[in-house]
């Protein structure tokens, strides 16, 4: 049976598509609908009000309350599609997305009250879009950031892509900020957050020259000679502010690691002499170390 024979059959006498629906009696039965995601929006509205009176009446299970349950979820994914577009530029699949939404016009459906009088896209919208906004929340990022983080890279997102189509290039930091009329730093804490959104494996594959490398084995490790090569070219010009005497033992102690016994009878001094004039040399040269930029 084609849509407007339904329609016809559903709407007898003088009344127009624009008033409601007449109360179905329990032995009314639903119009059947080959394909109900055709419907067009007005229709769709009509038939909808028309299905979720029958569905009331219909004990759960049967499969005449299946057939107005799935009848009411394909007639309306128009809304899922209308939902979905607002989340365009989050970086999920649209097919995603319409999964997610589907979910919520299901509730909305199930909890759909015909007592309270108002439009079912009243209760729906709000339901689908929940429903997106708490997958986003719960399952897209991969680093958990703070909301403001979160909203606030949607914004970038799309000042980027309206910026981008009128000036012809990625826009810049500040003409983000001036769009968005926040500061340049905020702009900038919204996109290095946003690196947190997808995250990528260190054992990932990265094409390098024709070859398939891991990433793990492009990570530098800490290399302890470095942090070595800045302390002694820092020392340099400390040692040689030193007096010459202070510089030998240093040497001697530390580069031929002679005992300070064999200092002192290399110099003729004393052990104890040797120690405090170490002590003295070292204490020395740790304060003006500490205090190089």
């Known amino acids: 049976m084609g849509v407007n024979s339904t329609m016809a059959e559903t709407t007898r006498g003088t009344r127009t598509s624009a008033e409601p629906c007449p109360p179905l009696a329990p032995s009314d039965a639903l119009p059947r609908i ?13 038939m909808t009000r028309l299905f979720l009176q029958r569905l009331e009446t219909l004990e759960e299970g049967t499969h005449e309350y299946q057939y107005a349950r799935n009848v009411l979820i394909e007639m309306n994914l128009s809304l899922v599609r209308f939902a979905a577009r607002r989340f365009r530029n989050r970086g999920e699949e649209m097919d995603d ?6 979910i919520g016009l299901i509730k909305a459906i199930d909890r759909y009250d015909l007592s309270r009088e108002v439009e079912f ?8 879009s929940g429903e997106m906004k708490r ?7 991969d680093v958990r950031v703070p909301r403001r983080l979160q909203e606030l890279r949607v914004d970038l997102a799309r000042a980027n892509e309206h910026l981008a189509n009128e000036l012809g290039r990625d826009p810049k ?4 900020a001036a769009h968005l009329d926040i500061t340049e730093a905020e702009v900038v804490e919204g996109q290095v957050a946003a ?37 002694l070219h820092a020392l340099k010009p400390l040692l040689d502010e030193l007096e010459d005497r202070d510089r030998q033992i240093l040497e001697m102690r530390f580069g031929q690691e002679l005992t300070q016994a064999e200092i002192g009878k290399t110099l003729g001094i004393s052990q104890m002499h040797v120690s405090r004039l170490l002590s003295r040399c070292l204490t020395q040269l740790r304060a003006a170390m500490l205090t190089t930029d």
């Open 195 to 231: 690196n947190g959104y997808n995250a990528s494996s260190i054992d990932a594959g990265i094409n390098d020259e024709g070859n398939d490398t891991a990433l793990a084995d492009m990570i530098g490790a800490c290399d302890e000679d470095m942090s070595l090569f800045e302390d």
């Open 121 to 128: 896209t009243t209760l729906a919208i709000p339901y689908i």
């Open 34 to 46: 080959e394909d109900p995601g055709s419907i067009a929006p007005a229709d769709a509205r009509e």
């Open 97 to 102: 997305l319409m999964q997610v939404g589907t």
């Open 173 to 176: 930091v500040c003409e983000l």
């Open 135 to 141: 997958f986003f929340r719960d399952t897209t990022w």
